[in-house]
């Protein structure tokens, strides 16, 4: 089974460098959560890096907002189990593509 690593949130502060710092480091997969801007968020990721776009997922996940600010995930909303499915799918493709390589 191929390694990869979940960093939530990782839009600034230690998730961001930790997210940055596994995709420089590893070949693993990383999916990474941001409460807002999807695309914003993958983009700073990958900003500078030479690497494989597909190794990063980002999911717009916000674990406060859910239920009025309580610590709490909020997985019934569709659209997170939408960007939960398709980086599940993701992973399972970068697995089987690196299983194949070794």
Do not use: Y
């Not at 239920?67 to 399972?92: C, H, K, M, V, Y």
């Amino acid at each position: 089974m191929v390694p990869w690593a979940l960093v939530s949130p990782a839009s600034r502060g230690i998730g961001f460098a930790l997210a940055r710092h596994l995709l420089q480091t590893t070949k693993s997969a990383c999916v990474a959560t941001t409460r807002k801007d999807v695309i914003k968020t993958k983009g700073k990721l990958l900003a500078g890096l030479d690497i494989d776009a597909e190794r990063l997922t980002v999911l717009k996940l916000d674990v406060l907002g859910a239920f009025g600010g309580s610590p709490a995930l909020n997985l019934r909303n569709s659209d997170n189990e939408s960007q939960t499915r398709i980086a599940l799918q993701r992973l399972q493709k970068l697995v089987r593509r690196n299983s194949d390589v070794h």
